[in-house]
């Protein structure tokens, strides 16, 4: 069977200040799989295609980034099945209009959905789009190695777990299927499939990117239960960790092959236990690479002390992100993250202490949050910027389908699933437009907050540290990023004034 895995273009707001053009990792784990299954299997990477092509929207207010519609039906072409790839949510409005074009291309191709949009709300997926024939829910390797074989001999897809497909009409699902117990098992991400060099020769990733990048997953899924995030659904509360050894295999492999100079961990959360990380670092250390690697996703500080710190700098590690998410032990107790800002505070100093650049995730906007709570993280945004800390992410909170808030917003009749919602989600990137859910604060006053949280903390940066705003004027005119600031601000650089890139489509 001839297969076709699609990565589709990605939405975001005209002045956004986070443009993910990053490998797509989950395609590449599913494209490998695959192919070691015997089927004939390439990659249409819409992104990767031609990543610093976008495209205005009908609402101008938005912006997706990638190839156009034709482009991506005309690369798609005709085949057996459609694997498609939709990960975040906000893309969907984009999304299904895509998927339906090539189903008109392809009347008889059996499309298959995945990812944690798909996991979170399969039933509505299929409903939305009739062109989806069969949605994946979780991990998708072991799922994709049982439904090929079963749609290349049309049999019953009953048997097999983790699906929800349709049948006369109707949504069925099979329920879940247990995690993948052994991620070494796992082959390889099929990179070879990829534009690859389009990425590494611009140093795209999810990071602040010093050279050629290519992600790393090391660990899978999320031992805690924040009410925001949709993990639980999509990996269940199960954290599972590669072998380090394999993981220094992979990494040699990727240096080896790609001239890789850079390693993007996309990890949820990536270190729990203490001795896998030392590990991991003396290993490093050993190999003498001169790479560097980094956590931007945000991690939390339990394993973080100045020990394990300082051996991370020392293997590599140069910038790291934590995500204290508020600085309200009330809002912190109401969204069920465990996290004590004390210890993390002490996490923290240390990592300034042993040179590494350090930016924080805070969310704003919770379901009940009050003006007082945004004040207190307000004040701590404020304590992060006298301490040293680099960078600041303040994002209003998004209710992404899947997770627990999400799920109490829509029965209380706060969510409607349509076009305004999935672009809202966007606005965590924007920082002209927010959009509140609580009950205690309105939209232009959650903006306000956030550009005044931003404002303070690279306010007080500069004036404490002055030597950081000449290095930002000269990174951002140079195309250097040391730090996720320089990254936002080169893209929307980039956007505003077109730069051309070099593109190398070979």
């Known amino acids: 069977?001839?297969?076709?895995?699609?990565?589709?273009?990605?939405?975001?707001?005209?002045?956004?200040?986070?443009?993910?053009?990053?490998?797509?990792?989950?395609?590449?784990?599913?494209?490998?799989?695959?192919?070691?299954?015997?089927?004939?299997?390439?990659?249409?990477?819409?992104?990767?295609?031609?990543?610093?092509?976008?495209?205005?929207?009908?609402?101008?207010?938005?912006?997706?980034?990638?190839?156009?519609?034709?482009?991506?039906?005309?690369?798609?072409?005709?085949?057996?099945?459609?694997?498609?790839?939709?990960?975040?949510?906000h893309d969907w409005a984009v999304a299904k209009s895509i998927i339906q074009k090539i189903r008109e291309n392809n009347p008889k191709t059996v499309i298959i959905c995945g990812g944690e949009h798909v996991t979170a709300v399969p039933e509505f997926c299929l409903n939305d789009c009739p062109a989806i024939d069969i949605c994946v829910l979780g991990e998708g390797e072991e799922t994709i190695s049982e439904l090929m074989p079963a749609i290349q001999s049309k049999a019953p897809l009953g048997d097999i777990k983790g699906i929800v497909y349709r049948s006369g009409g109707e949504a069925i699902s099979t329920g879940p299927r247990t995690r993948i117990a052994v991620l070494d098992d796992l082959p390889r991400p099929a990179w070879d499939l990829l534009p690859m060099e389009n990425y590494l020769s611009n140093s795209l990733g999810y990071g602040v990117n010093p050279g050629r990048t290519v992600p790393l997953q090391v660990a899978r899924g999320c031992p805690y239960q924040c009410t925001f995030c949709s993990s639980p659904q999509m990996w269940t509360t199960r954290w599972n960790v590669r072998d380090v050894d394999e993981v220094i295999a992979e990494m040699q492999y990727d240096i080896d092959t790609y001239g890789a100079q850079n390693f993007d961990w996309y990890d949820l959360t990536s270190i729990v236990k203490k001795d896998w990380i030392v590990d991991f670092c003396r290993k490093v250390i050993a190999k003498n690479w001169g790479i560097t690697w980094q956590m931007p996703s945000g991690t939390r500080s339990e394993a973080l002390d100045e020990e394990v710190l300082q051996l991370m700098y020392l293997s590599g590690q140069r910038n790291i992100s934590y995500a204290p998410e508020s600085g309200s032990p009330d809002t912190l107790k109401e969204i069920k993250k465990k996290i004590s800002l004390?210890?993390?505070?002490?996490?923290?100093?240390?990592?300034?202490?042993?040179?590494?650049?350090?930016?924080?995730?805070?969310?704003?906007?919770?379901?009940?949050?009050?003006?007082?709570?945004?004040?207190?993280?307000?004040?701590?945004?404020?304590?992060?910027?006298?301490m040293g800390v680099h960078d600041i992410n303040i994002t209003c909170y998004a209710p992404y389908p899947g997770s627990e808030a999400f799920l109490g917003l829509?029965?209380?009749?706060?969510?409607?699933?349509?076009?305004?919602?999935?672009?809202?989600?966007?606005?965590?990137?924007?920082?002209?437009?927010?959009?509140?859910?609580?009950?205690?604060?309105?939209?232009?006053?959650?903006?306000?907050?956030?550009?005044?949280?931003?404002?303070?903390?690279?306010?007080?940066?500069?004036?404490?540290?002055?030597?950081?705003?000449?290095?930002?004027?000269?990174?951002?005119?140079?195309?250097?990023?040391?730090?996720?600031?320089?990254?936002?601000?080169?893209?929307?650089?980039?956007?505003?004034?077109?730069?051309?890139?070099?593109?190398?489509?070979v």
């Open 342 to 386: 004390d210890s993390m505070k002490i996490s923290i100093k240390s990592a300034l202490k042993v040179g590494l650049n350090v930016k924080l995730n805070l969310i704003m906007g919770f379901p009940n949050e009050t003006k007082e709570r945004v004040f207190e993280t307000l004040s701590f945004v404020r304590s992060m910027a006298l």
């Open 1 to 89: 069977m001839d297969t076709v895995l699609l990565r589709l273009p990605t939405v975001v707001p005209k002045f956004g200040t986070n443009t993910p053009v990053c490998l797509p990792l989950g395609m590449a784990y599913i494209a490998s799989t695959i192919r070691d299954l015997g089927f004939d299997v390439r990659c249409v990477d819409a992104v990767g295609e031609d990543p610093f092509k976008h495209i205005v929207l009908e609402n101008p207010n938005f912006l997706s980034f990638g190839l156009s519609t034709p482009e991506i039906v005309e690369k798609v072409g005709k085949c057996d099945v459609i694997g498609v790839s939709l990960m975040f949510s």
């Open 410 to 505: 829509q029965n209380e009749g706060k969510i409607a699933m349509n076009e305004e919602y999935f672009y809202a989600l966007t606005s965590y990137t924007d920082l002209r437009h927010s959009m509140s859910y609580s009950d205690h604060i309105g939209n232009r006053a959650l903006t306000l907050y956030r550009l005044g949280g931003f404002i303070m903390f690279y306010s007080l940066s500069y004036l404490t540290r002055p030597i950081r705003l000449i290095k930002g004027f000269y990174n951002l005119f140079t195309g250097k990023a040391e730090s996720r600031l320089d990254t936002a601000l080169r893209g929307i650089f980039d956007r505003l004034f077109i730069k051309k890139f070099k593109i190398n489509n």
